[in-house]
């Protein structure tokens, strides 16, 4: 599973590899030490334009659903398994039509051995940006005015799959990652071969994973309100 990651760059030094059309005004400031709820900047390609827009736009991790009641349906929606999605309610129309790019820094994962959990901080090893499969949501909140902007919220979920390689020896689970002549066609909201374009991101993933290196670093990452480069750093 994918719970904690780092946003270290924002706007165009983040997504320059996904040529970005459009950036929002409110994309949130680089973190250390993302978690569920937070907002993150993510990557989109909007259909109500032809040809689509891509677009880099602040959205709250954490997927809420067009029928949701209210956003806590979210807290569980953080994840999801790329071998169930397109069976789950809760992600089957994204799935189809609103697929996303998540761009990271990195990635923390806890490796369990003898009931301790060390904390490992997973990234590319040249520095390039990482980045996730993922879906995003619009929530329209009844609580509020047509003529709100609050009215609507854009959430998103990060896909994973089992984890392979060097990564599956910290945990069982990994994000979905996604190379960047991969992301046009999983950001295309007009493809027809949904399944396909699935299937073809979980194939790959695990050539991706074998480019990436991980480290310990300190067990500070596990409370959300540290948030700082120290983060990041080896532990000693």
Request: aromatic letters at 8%; charged letters at 25%; proline letters at 8%.
């Amino acid at each position: 599973m994918c719970g904690r990651f780092v946003v270290a760059n924002v706007g165009s030094e983040l997504v320059d590899v996904l040529r970005v059309d459009v950036e929002g005004e409110d994309l949130p400031a680089p973190s250390y030490n993302i978690a569920p709820t937070d907002r993150v900047a993510i990557v989109l390609d909007s259909a109500k334009s032809e040809p689509p827009v891509r677009r880099l736009e602040s959205a709250r991790w954490g997927l809420v659903p067009a029928w949701a009641k209210d956003p806590s349906v979210g807290v569980r929606a953080f994840n999801a398994r790329s071998e169930e999605v397109e069976d789950k309610p809760m992600f089957r129309q994204a799935l189809i039509k609103r697929r996303a790019v998540i761009p990271a820094t990195g990635y923390y994962e806890w490796k369990t051995e003898d009931g301790v959990k060390t904390p490992h901080f997973i990234h590319p090893a040249d520095g390039s940006p990482l980045l996730f499969a993922g879906l995003y949501e619009w929530w329209k909140d009844p609580g509020k005015a047509d003529d709100d902007p609050a009215r609507w919220l854009l959430s998103f979920t990060i896909m994973t799959r089992d984890a392979v390689g060097p990564l599956g020896s910290i945990h069982d689970r990994m994000p979905l990652f996604i190379d960047a002549d991969h992301a046009d066609a999983w950001l295309d909201p007009t493809t027809e071969n949904v399944g396909d374009v699935l299937d073809a991101a979980i194939d790959a993933a695990p050539a991706l994973a074998e480019t990436l290196e991980s480290y310990v670093v300190d067990r500070a990452v596990g409370n959300v309100r540290n948030n700082s480069p120290a983060l990041i750093e080896p532990a000693s």
